[in-house]
């Protein structure tokens, strides 16, 4: 009984420590600075009802810190992250925005990741070739501006507050090939047969013993 | 299983059990071991035992394989929160059918080649895995390599003409546990092996369709092994001993009969469906429950999934091994209320799952929670064999089916639409288990008693023989048919609790 009680007891321990690690106050999405950084992302090719291909098509992405941005002087790293669009959330929990950044599971994919040079006041860009693990959907990109502790301080994003503008759809790859195909037949093929092999050959035996 | 002519039907009347001699254990009156003797190989009993588990395990790793997954397939195939839990009830629901089949075939054929065309057949199904491309395919393919987990009825016979019935419940308990586990090998095996085929170049969406080939091989492997190391009976293969003139052919429609008109059979169906349904639900939907929720990587969401699944290994052989010592003490009564306890603890810590918010208390809710629902399952086929000796096979499937039914319902309804949150989903899977557990309070044996009422004390009617024997009609007892239930009356005299013979020397 005694073994009982302590195992209760530091079962309690454990759940109270984990509980308390939750009561610091979590960083919120919407205390970031909104428009702080100007972001815009061109795919490699345009026009209506055009689909990306994972893997192949290219995002030229171009940046800048924007003229009304307060929080310049906190910026270290600038992390560009390829987002949902809300069409792409519905029906699919794992994908929700939260407010509280560390839940927040609308910008999974990382595009890049480079630390800010104050001096560069003008607009840079790189080009970002889609990669082969990005599903089927509809994107936007941000940008978030983070300080030397980690945390997000601003962000801009290349579409508008409503997600509605701006948005381009990728199709993701479909991870098959021919040869994947074909060993899969093979071995079906070859688990049926040597079955009926078996079954075949022991009846023979049977029929052979039975007869003597 | 009875014996109509030749030697051993005079056996009953004064003969000593002990046939050392010709097998490895010593056995009962009809050759069953009667002891477990768990680390050895040796023909037939203790071979068939791990032939049977094994193979049992390798079909849950591939009806499974798809669920530590679930969170790049997704991706891969843009499935909804539908598709995934639709794709969930279809992994179960096909053995609801062939489970009921598999029952026949056992009692029709044997279950040695049961297991070996399922198991054999059944591959090609985990090998299409690995050319879906949408949620159509996926749905569908998991549905057919679901058909493979009928090899738990094959287990089950098999272990039952192996083994006498005073150890039938740790047996059984520990066969299926062992077999169960395979619900948490999968959960570390498949993403294992598919960061392993990842870091060796594959892309995400292709190394996960390659993962899938490794259950593939070992179903070949084990029905090859079953084939070649397997036998039906302990006294050599169903259709050898058929024709030697041991074993009686019976009729599929009086076999059927017998289990369903037996309002015992169908508690059994609705238990199990709360006991091993929630126990398959669950493997399908924690791992990306603990993903999603407390923002695990993949392979911790695998190892404490995994986790859930393993607990099978002690927990399942423990509610065997309990409902035995109750029966010990209280004979079959005791069986019935350890049944009864256990799954209802279950279901309460299923409850308490479901509203755990930290990551600790989930996952020791999770623990408690599996413990509850596995030792269950032993509990209840500890009892099962006991139901009826005639249509043993068919009430075994359709227990089996009604785990799986219990499953696709539990799935269906709470996990598939975006009316609860899974958090909700598993509270509410508890309320149910606690709920539907209650009537196992209505399972009374004439020879036995109940949970509240004691066994009746008719001379006839009241006895084991009685029961067992009035399964079969006048025509059959002439032809000697129901020889086997007599053998089996008086093995089950174990159930009478503390007034039993201690050793069946009659």
């Given at each position: 009984?005694?073994?009982?009680?302590?195992?209760?007891?530091?079962?309690?321990?454990?759940?109270?420590?984990?509980s308390?690690?939750?009561?610091?106050?979590?960083?919120?999405?919407?205390?970031?600075?909104?428009?702080?950084?100007?972001?815009t992302?061109?795919?490699?090719?345009?026009?209506?009802?055009?689909?990306?291909?994972?893997?192949?098509?290219?995002?030229?992405?171009?940046?800048?810190?924007?003229?009304?941005?307060t929080?310049?002087?906190?910026?270290?790293?600038?992390?560009?992250?390829?987002?949902?669009?809300?069409?792409?959330?519905?029906?699919?929990?794992w994908?929700?925005?939260?407010?509280?950044?560390?839940?927040?599971?609308?910008?999974?994919?990382?595009?890049?990741?480079?630390?800010?040079?104050p001096t560069?006041?003008?607009?840079?860009?790189?080009?970002?070739?889609?990669?082969?693990?990005?599903?089927?959907?509809?994107?936007?990109?941000?940008?978030?501006?983070?300080?030397?502790?980690?945390?997000?301080?601003?962000?801009?994003?290349?579409?508008n507050?409503?997600?509605?503008?701006?948005?381009?759809s990728?199709?993701?790859?479909?991870?098959?090939?021919?040869s994947?195909?074909?060993?899969?037949?093979?071995?079906?093929?070859?688990?049926?047969?040597?079955?009926?092999?078996?079954?075949?050959?022991?009846?023979?035996?049977?029929?052979?013993?039975?007869?003597? | 299983?009875?014996?109509?002519?030749?030697?051993?039907?005079?056996?009953?009347?004064?003969?000593?059990?002990?046939?050392?001699?010709?097998y490895?254990l010593?056995?009962?009156?009809?050759?069953?071991?009667?002891?477990?003797?768990?680390?050895?190989?040796?023909?037939?009993?203790?071979?068939?035992?791990?032939?049977?588990?094994?193979?049992?395990s390798?079909?849950?790793?591939?009806?499974?394989?798809?669920?530590?997954?679930?969170?790049?397939?997704?991706?891969?195939?843009?499935?909804?929160?539908?598709?995934?839990?639709?794709?969930?009830?279809?992994?179960?629901s096909?053995?609801?059918?062939s489970?009921?089949?598999?029952?026949?075939?056992?009692?029709?054929?044997?279950?040695?080649?049961?297991?070996?065309?399922?198991?054999?057949?059944?591959?090609?199904?985990?090998?299409?895995?690995?050319?879906?491309?949408?949620?159509?395919?996926f749905?569908?393919?998991?549905?057919?390599?679901?058909?493979?987990?009928?090899?738990?009825?094959?287990?089950q016979?098999?272990?039952?003409?192996m083994?006498?019935s005073?150890?039938?419940?740790?047996?059984?308990?520990?066969?299926?546990?062992?077999?169960?586990?395979?619900?948490?090998?999968?959960?570390?095996?498949?993403?294992?092996?598919?960061?392993?085929?990842?870091?060796?170049?594959?892309?995400?969406?292709?190394?996960?369709?390659?993962?899938?080939?490794v259950?593939?091989?070992?179903?070949?492997?084990?029905?090859?092994?079953?084939l070649?190391?397997?036998?039906?009976?302990?006294?050599?293969?169903?259709?050898?001993?058929?024709k030697?003139?041991?074993?009686?052919?019976?009729?599929?429609?009086?076999?059927?009969?017998?289990?369903?008109?037996?309002?015992?059979?169908?508690?059994?169906?609705?238990?199990?469906?709360?006991?091993?349904?929630?126990?398959?639900?669950?493997?399908?939907?924690?791992?990306?429950?603990?993903?999603?929720?407390?923002?695990?990587?993949?392979?911790?969401?695998?190892?404490?999934?995994?986790?859930?699944?393993?607990?099978?290994?002690?927990?399942?052989?423990?509610?065997?091994?309990?409902?035995?010592?109750?029966?010990?003490?209280?004979?079959?009564?005791?069986r019935?209320?350890?049944?009864?306890?256990?799954?209802?603890?279950?279901?309460?810590?299923?409850?308490?799952?479901?509203?755990?918010?930290?990551?600790?208390?989930?996952?020791?809710?999770?623990?408690?929670?599996?413990?509850?629902?596995?030792?269950?399952?032993?509990?209840?086929?500890?009892?099962?064999?006991?139901?009826?000796?005639?249509?043993?096979?068919?009430?075994?499937?359709?227990?089996?089916?009604?785990?799986?039914?219990?499953?696709?319902?539990?799935?269906?309804?709470f996990?598939?639409?975006?009316?609860?949150?899974?958090?909700?989903?598993?509270?509410?899977m508890?309320?149910?288990?606690?709920?539907?557990?209650?009537?196992?309070?209505?399972?009374?044996?004439?020879?036995?008693?109940?949970?509240?009422?004691?066994?009746s004390?008719?001379?006839?009617?009241?006895?084991?023989?009685?029961?067992?024997?009035?399964?079969?009609?006048?025509?059959?007892?002439?032809?000697?048919?129901?020889?086997?239930?007599?053998?089996?009356?008086?093995?089950?005299?174990?159930?009478?609790?503390?007034?039993?013979?201690s050793?069946?020397?009659?």
């Amino acid at each position: 009984m005694a073994i009982k009680k302590l195992l209760f007891a530091s079962l309690l321990i454990c759940s109270m420590i984990q509980s308390s690690h939750g009561a610091t106050k979590e960083r919120l999405f919407t205390d970031l600075e909104k428009g702080a950084l100007e972001i815009t992302a061109t795919p490699s090719r345009t026009g209506e009802g055009v689909v990306l291909a994972a893997g192949i098509d290219k995002l030229s992405i171009t940046w800048k810190v924007s003229s009304t941005a307060t929080k310049e002087p906190e910026f270290k790293t600038i992390k560009v992250k390829l987002c949902y669009a809300p069409i792409s959330q519905v029906d699919r929990p794992w994908r929700k925005t939260e407010n509280e950044l560390f839940k927040d599971k609308s910008c999974p994919h990382k595009i890049s990741s480079f630390s800010y040079d104050p001096t560069v006041k003008t607009a840079q860009s790189f080009d970002y070739t889609l990669e082969r693990d990005i599903p089927t959907g509809t994107y936007y990109v941000r940008a978030y501006a983070v300080d030397a502790k980690d945390h997000e301080v601003a962000f801009g994003q290349s579409t508008n507050q409503d997600k509605t503008t701006n948005l381009f759809s990728v199709q993701a790859i479909s991870g098959r090939h021919k040869s994947l195909d074909i060993a899969s037949v093979c071995f079906s093929v070859f688990s049926v047969v040597a079955l009926l092999v078996f079954f075949v050959n022991e009846k023979r035996k049977a029929k052979i013993e039975q007869s003597k | 299983m009875g014996d109509s002519t030749g030697d051993t039907g005079s056996s009953m009347h004064g003969v000593s059990t002990d046939k050392t001699g010709k097998y490895d254990l010593p056995v009962d009156l009809e050759d069953r071991a009667t002891v477990f003797k768990l680390f050895s190989f040796a023909k037939p009993h203790m071979r068939t035992f791990h032939l049977s588990w094994i193979s049992f395990s390798t079909c849950f790793v591939s009806t499974f394989a798809a669920a530590p997954l679930v969170p790049i397939i997704r991706e891969n195939l843009n499935l909804t929160k539908q598709d995934v839990g639709n794709a969930g009830v279809a992994s179960v629901s096909g053995s609801i059918f062939s489970r009921l089949v598999m029952g026949a075939v056992c009692d029709l054929l044997g279950p040695r080649y049961g297991c070996a065309f399922l198991v054999m057949l059944s591959a090609p199904t985990v090998f299409s895995m690995s050319c879906v491309s949408g949620a159509a395919g996926f749905i569908t393919v998991r549905f057919m390599i679901g058909f493979c987990l009928a090899t738990f009825v094959s287990c089950q016979y098999w272990m039952s003409t192996m083994f006498t019935s005073k150890i039938i419940g740790l047996v059984n308990g520990t066969a299926a546990g062992w077999g169960n586990m395979g619900g948490g090998i999968t959960q570390l095996l498949m993403p294992v092996v598919y960061e392993i085929i990842r870091r060796c170049g594959a892309t995400a969406f292709t190394a996960w369709r390659i993962a899938f080939f490794v259950p593939g091989w070992l179903h070949i492997i084990m029905g090859i092994l079953v084939l070649t190391l397997g036998q039906d009976l302990p006294g050599g293969n169903r259709k050898a001993v058929e024709k030697k003139g041991k074993v009686v052919q019976d009729k599929l429609g009086k076999i059927m009969w017998c289990a369903v008109s037996n309002y015992r059979t169908w508690i059994f169906v609705l238990l199990y469906g709360y006991s091993m349904g929630v126990e398959l639900s669950t493997d399908n939907v924690i791992a990306e429950y603990f993903f999603d929720r407390f923002h695990l990587k993949l392979h911790t969401a695998g190892i404490i999934a995994a986790s859930f699944g393993m607990a099978n290994f002690f927990a399942r052989p423990a509610g065997g091994y309990a409902s035995d010592i109750a029966a010990k003490y209280f004979g079959m009564r005791g069986r019935l209320w350890a049944l009864w306890i256990i799954q209802t603890a279950g279901g309460l810590f299923c409850v308490w799952l479901g509203l755990a918010n930290t990551l600790v208390t989930a996952i020791v809710a999770m623990i408690l929670f599996s413990l509850g629902a596995q030792a269950a399952c032993g509990a209840t086929f500890a009892i099962v064999p006991f139901v009826s000796r005639r249509s043993l096979g068919i009430i075994s499937g359709l227990t089996g089916a009604g785990g799986n039914f219990g499953s696709g319902l539990t799935q269906l309804i709470f996990f598939s639409t975006s009316q609860f949150t899974t958090e909700q989903g598993l509270t509410w899977m508890g309320v149910m288990i606690v709920a539907c557990t209650l009537p196992v309070m209505l399972i009374h044996f004439p020879q036995w008693g109940s949970m509240f009422r004691p066994p009746s004390t008719d001379p006839v009617k009241g006895t084991a023989e009685y029961y067992y024997v009035s399964e079969w009609n006048e025509e059959e007892k002439q032809k000697n048919m129901h020889q086997g239930s007599v053998a089996f009356a008086i093995n089950a005299k174990s159930e009478d609790g503390r007034n039993a013979p201690s050793t069946i020397t009659v």
